[in-house]
C-alpha cells in the first residue's frame, strides 16, 4: 500500500458525504474500528476492503494504491501520443502504444510523485498495462476517434488517428505533460514494439513484481534516472 492510502479513502468518503459511523455500518464493522482504520492503525477484512470498494465505486487495487484514476485523461493520452506519430506519417503498434502510455505515468510519477493519469497498472505477459487499456481502445474506435488497422501477416494492430480524432480537445492535458508524451514518442520512434518491451520488463517495477500483480508507481523512484524511459 502506498503512503497515501488512509488518506486517499478518507478523501473519497468526505467526496461523497459519508460520516465515519455511515461508512463503518455499511461495511459492517464499528465506528471505532473505522476510526482506527482510518488512521492506519487497523486493517480490514478481504470481505471488508472489498464492500468499501464497492461503496466508493473503485477497484480493490485502485483503492489499496491510493490511486485515482483519470479515465477521460487516459483516453486523451492516447490520442496525444497518436498526434506526436503523425509527424512520421506511422501508426502505432497497440502494444507499442501501451507501453509508451506506461512510460508517461511511471516517469511522471518519478519526477513529480503523482502518476499523470492514475492508472493501475497490471503486470501481465504483454504488460505493463492497465485493465482498461483495452476498453479504451475499442471506447476511441466505436466513436470514430482512432482507427485499428489488422491487416499485417502477423496479426498485429495499428493504431492511427481519424480526422474526427483530429478535433478531439486534449483538456486534461497541460503543456508540460504534453511535452513529456512528445519526447517519449521521439525516443522511440522507428523503434520495434519488442525494444521497448524488453526495456518495460527489464525496469525494476515489472522485474520485481509478481505475475498479474499491480504494481506500485513508488517502485520507479528506485530506478536508474537514465532508464525511466
Not at 6 to 19: A, D, V
Not at 43 to 61: N, R, T
Not at 84 to 94: A, L, R
Request: charged share 30%; hydrophobic share 35%; with cysteine.
Amino acid at each position: 500500500m502506498t503512503k497515501d492510502y488512509y488518506k486517499f479513502i478518507k478523501e473519497l468518503r468526505l467526496k461523497r458525504g459519508l460520516s465515519q459511523l455511515e461508512t463503518a455500518e455499511k461495511i459492517g464493522i464499528s465506528r471505532s474500528s473505522y476510526i482506527g482504520f482510518e488512521q492506519g492503525k487497523n486493517e480490514l477484512s478481504l470481505f471488508e476492503a472489498i464492500k468499501l470498494a464497492d461503496l466508493f465505486g473503485i477497484s480493490l487495487e485502485e483503492m489499496r494504491g491510493g490511486l485515482k484514476p483519470n479515465y477521460k485523461k487516459y483516453k486523451q493520452m492516447i490520442l496525444a501520443y497518436l498526434r506526436s506519430e503523425k509527424d512520421s506519417h506511422s501508426k502505432i503498434p497497440k502494444t507499442k502504444l501501451a507501453k509508451m502510455l506506461y512510460l508517461a505515468d511511471f516517469a511522471w510519477f518519478y519526477e513529480h510523485l503523482e502518476s499523470m493519469s492514475g492508472m493501475p497498472y497490471r503486470k501481465i505477459q504483454y504488460g505493463p498495462v492497465p485493465d482498461n487499456y483495452f476498453r479504451a481502445i475499442e471506447e476511441l474506435f466505436e466513436a470514430g476517434i482512432i482507427e485499428v488497422d489488422k491487416t499485417t501477416k502477423d496479426g498485429v494492430f495499428f493504431i492511427s488517428q481519424t480526422r474526427s480524432g483530429e478535433r478531439e480537445k486534449l483538456s486534461e492535458l497541460n503543456a508540460v505533460e504534453l511535452k513529456m508524451i512528445k519526447d517519449i514518442s521521439l525516443k522511440w520512434r522507428g523503434k520495434r514494439t519488442q525494444d521497448i518491451v524488453k526495456f518495460t520488463h527489464d525496469q525494476l517495477p515489472y522485474a520485481i513484481c509478481e505475475d498479474n500483480e499491480i504494481i506500485p508507481y513508488s517502485l520507479i523512484t528506485q530506478e536508474d534516472p537514465n532508464h525511466v524511459y
